[in-house]
């Protein structure tokens, strides 16, 4: 590739993103060998063991299907999803080609803290919603991958990281550019790359390495963010997060007033105060914040005032 395509983001080749990228456990080397690859989108089959932390699970599951055997072996569904299941009391198939993961769960703001490691089964695990927040054990994935959308880059480009002994093993019935090695032969040029994409990730992954100072430093900034939320919700009682505490997402911060018309009018007059897209997801209702890497501890610290206002005026 030439240093022409990704001018000015401090990256001449895909090379150079891609060793920020396995450094992700904040380490110098990553201990297993994996490549990188970019796309506008994603085919993961094959004999798959999921674990559902929310309905898109199911339906994506039932999109899955189409191409082979899915068992889904644990859900929080008797919860409403507001727990992560225990992933060393799962009984997982052997044999199946992988186990697969949403570790960060936008809609009901919940996150793993432990993943599934079983011998002989590679795990897969969608981090689109919290890629680049913290530090990643690349070692204990067969394969990661995450849209750009949240912490990385504008929507329309995709990425994975899968080990190099997983490459190669594409069924028949897969389209030609859903295959890995198809992408990987032609250096993620396959058709036309998102070069404005590419390009802005190559920015964000130098501001993170080089102004922020590694993911254990956004880590510690997120983690900040979210306490200042999480800190508040705890301390008063008019709004609630149903979630459990060791599983609350540090991206996504769910919450609910005493009743839906009341959360209705907090949406309004949050709108009306400069505090935009703070309704939470259809299948949730209530209010959602997603605090990504963007977002700025001062904007935590003006929505916990504003919240404190409201509170005041419909207690």
């Given at each position: 590739m030439s240093d022409t395509f990704l001018p000015g983001s401090g990256f001449d080749t895909y090379e150079s993103q891609d060793k920020v990228l396995v450094q992700m456990d904040g380490s110098r080397e990553c201990a297993v060998a994996v490549r990188i690859l970019q796309q506008q989108g994603f085919a993961v089959m094959g004999a798959v063991v999921r674990l559902c932390t929310?309905?898109?699970?199911v339906d994506a599951a039932k999109e899955a299907a189409k191409f082979g055997e899915v068992n889904i072996v644990a859900s929080s569904k008797d919860k409403n999803f507001t727990y992560i299941p225990d992933v060393n009391a799962i009984n997982y198939d052997k044999d199946a080609?992988?186990?697969?993961?949403?570790q960060n769960n936008t809609i009901f703001?919940?996150?793993?803290?432990e993943v599934p490691q079983v011998e002989g089964v590679p795990l897969v695990a969608d981090m689109s919603s919290m890629i680049l927040s913290k530090p990643?054990?690349?070692?204990k994935y067969g394969c990661i991958y995450f849209g750009v959308q949240k912490n990385?880059?504008?929507?329309g480009v995709a990425i994975a990281i899968v080990r190099d002994d997983l490459l190669g093993h594409a069924a028949d019935n897969v389209p030609t550019m859903m295959n890995y090695t198809t992408l990987l032969a032609k250096d993620s040029m396959y058709n036309t790359p998102p070069c404005w994409c590419i390009y802005m990730t190559g920015l964000v992954l130098k501001y993170l390495e080089n102004d922020i100072g590694?993911?254990?430093n956004m880590q510690k900034i997120n983690e900040a963010k979210a306490k200042v939320l999480y800190d508040y919700l705890d301390g008063q009682d008019f709004f609630t997060n149903p979630v459990e505490h060791r599983y609350r997402s540090t991206m996504n911060v769910t919450f609910t007033s005493p009743d839906p018309d009341l959360d209705k009018k907090f949406c309004a007059e949050a709108a009306d105060a400069g505090f935009v897209n703070l309704k939470g997801h259809r299948l949730v209702g209530g209010m959602r914040a997603s605090i990504y890497n963007a977002m700025p501890a001062e904007g935590i610290d003006k929505l916990v005032d504003f919240m404190e206002k409201f509170r005041k005026e419909n207690a």
């Amino acid at each position: 590739m030439s240093d022409t395509f990704l001018p000015g983001s401090g990256f001449d080749t895909y090379e150079s993103q891609d060793k920020v990228l396995v450094q992700m456990d904040g380490s110098r080397e990553c201990a297993v060998a994996v490549r990188i690859l970019q796309q506008q989108g994603f085919a993961v089959m094959g004999a798959v063991v999921r674990l559902c932390t929310d309905d898109p699970v199911v339906d994506a599951a039932k999109e899955a299907a189409k191409f082979g055997e899915v068992n889904i072996v644990a859900s929080s569904k008797d919860k409403n999803f507001t727990y992560i299941p225990d992933v060393n009391a799962i009984n997982y198939d052997k044999d199946a080609s992988y186990i697969h993961i949403c570790q960060n769960n936008t809609i009901f703001g919940t996150q793993y803290v432990e993943v599934p490691q079983v011998e002989g089964v590679p795990l897969v695990a969608d981090m689109s919603s919290m890629i680049l927040s913290k530090p990643v054990d690349v070692t204990k994935y067969g394969c990661i991958y995450f849209g750009v959308q949240k912490n990385v880059a504008p929507a329309g480009v995709a990425i994975a990281i899968v080990r190099d002994d997983l490459l190669g093993h594409a069924a028949d019935n897969v389209p030609t550019m859903m295959n890995y090695t198809t992408l990987l032969a032609k250096d993620s040029m396959y058709n036309t790359p998102p070069c404005w994409c590419i390009y802005m990730t190559g920015l964000v992954l130098k501001y993170l390495e080089n102004d922020i100072g590694g993911l254990a430093n956004m880590q510690k900034i997120n983690e900040a963010k979210a306490k200042v939320l999480y800190d508040y919700l705890d301390g008063q009682d008019f709004f609630t997060n149903p979630v459990e505490h060791r599983y609350r997402s540090t991206m996504n911060v769910t919450f609910t007033s005493p009743d839906p018309d009341l959360d209705k009018k907090f949406c309004a007059e949050a709108a009306d105060a400069g505090f935009v897209n703070l309704k939470g997801h259809r299948l949730v209702g209530g209010m959602r914040a997603s605090i990504y890497n963007a977002m700025p501890a001062e904007g935590i610290d003006k929505l916990v005032d504003f919240m404190e206002k409201f509170r005041k005026e419909n207690a």
